[in-house]
């Protein structure tokens, strides 16, 4: 914002109030309301006007609270601002960025606790991007808004409170469509995304075999590069989501990589998920429903012991 | 004279026998899209505008060329009364290369930034909140343009109109909102899906200045809208403007209208907007008897030509398909 008077912020209690989660706290004194929008709880409203604000020489910045309140915004958001470009003949540009906050662990609930990157990734013209840590959250929104395309960026909740060193500026910028290899190792990929990469990183250095972790970090468009690459030296991928089985983000991944390296595989690709069940507002049970460490490490050791997939805790309950 | 869409816009602005002229060059358009359909040349869908010519031509004359529109997709009379030339629209309606989006849009996409026509959505009501997010544009950066949302009846139902017009208002955004009241919602009567019938009255609730006007008279539409356009210039926010008007076709190209009462349609071709302008520029001498049919022969020959020349261009190579998904 002090680099561009373009960039605005609008969203629910975001100016006075500082935000909900207080990511923009101040910026109100410092900008003014000009360019810091408390808005109506009218989420279809005010992300059309993102839209209308962001092909018209502006580059507005919208948190939405929970990301379920996307669904009320959905229209302005895939069928109209994804389609905008495209709809203009290639005249206007939507350099437009939608924070969300994601995820479970915290008690929020069955309509405060999902994911949901699935309700954006079959919607070409937009850019999906999922923060794991306070440097991609600093480095993924600075590219994002740089970008002339919509690009919406989940933050899980459960991240907040992490706290690191950050590198400001353009050597701290996290570019969007390229994954981070975190840890190099030979016999298994693990890719994670947003809340799962945490937990992976640990997972890991627990396994028996060597592992290379992967940040996902951008899902549109996915850096199929690297990620067909590490299978192609390591024989085996697992991915580990958030989010339920049936229609998650590793479906997309182990399709390509299986089609790219089939003679390569040592074993089956495999999907470590949360059940296609709701969210439990209960903590132990909400504990229960995410994918554990422990979980992760006793799934993986299995899987490159016995080049099988092994079975789900859930596989055999009926929903 | 040049034939683009900046001076085509520049022609009708305080011209009314221009006026007239386009409005004459919207409803001979509407009938050769009419034709077309029947003769199996366009596919998909499209939404005639018959019997509304005074509220796109009176809107068109009342702006200025950098301000916006957003429009529905019943936009064929808007685009052509903004300043799109014929043979774009037909091309991008026919699915020819030399459309506004290179035939890949259709009749429900019309855009042109150069007069200010942005991307026209199919989804009712959406483009009543992006309107107020490019009032926030002009508003911030000082530019003096207004957001214009042109929209139905049916619009006025759903969600994004409220909170539209609510924001508008909050942030006293340089928008006008016009209704185009034309009784039905694609097929069914107004009073069967909406609680009111005038629907200026939904503005009070957001404490937003709302006028009813005679859509079929152009003057009329003309004044109101260069009043709120004033307005919204002055920093004095958003108007909403309901223009009573009628389509005389179906809903869409499937719809035979079958629905409407005995007599209405009779009643309201009665009060035809173009013979109302004809009969104004009569009395007044600016047209003799007999020069509205000269016009009306004239523009039928030129779009007969547009028609053939249209029928027989290139149709987008595949490239096409893969341009304009990102911004590079």
New interface residues.
Partial sequence: MNESTDV?LMGEDIAAAGGPWKTSDGLLDKFGP??V?D??I?E???????????????R?VVEIMFVEFLG?AI??LS??AA?????????????LVVRATTGAGLGFGAQHSQTLESWFYST??L?LAVVSNPQSAYGLLRSAIND??PVVILEPRSLFANRDELIRGEEGFVPLGKSKIITEGNDVTIVGLGSTVESIKEASKKIGASSEVVDLLTLIPWDKETIVDSVKKTGRLVTVEENPYSGGWGSEIISYVTSKCYKELKAPPFRITAPDTHIPFNEALEKRYLPSVEYIEDSINKYVETNEVPQAWWEERRV | MSNSPKDRRALIKEDPVEQLKRMIEIREFEDICFNLFAEGLIRGTTHLCNGQEAVAVGIASSLEVTDYVMCTYRGHGHALALGMTPETVLSEIMGKAGGSMNGLGGSMHLSDLSIGLLPTSAIVGAGIPIATGVAKSAQYKKTGAVAVSIFGDGATNIGAFHEGLNIAKVLNLPTIFICENNLYGEYSPLASTTSVLDLATRANSYDMRNYIVDGQEVEEVIKTVQEAATFARNGEGPTFIEMKTYRYSGHSRSDPATYRPDGELEAWMERDPIELLNKHLVSKKLLNDGDKDKIIDETREILDKVKEKVANSEEPNEDYLFQNIYSE
Wanted: include cysteine; hydrophobic fraction near 35%; charge should be negative.
């Fill in positions: 605005i000009e360019r929008i808005t109506p009218a279809m409203g005010f992300m059309g006007m993102a839209l209308g604000a962001a092909c018209t020489g502006l507005p009320v229209d302005q069928t109209e389609k905008f470009r495209y709809l203009s003949g290639g005249e206007l540009s939507v350099p070409p013209g850019k002339d395309n």
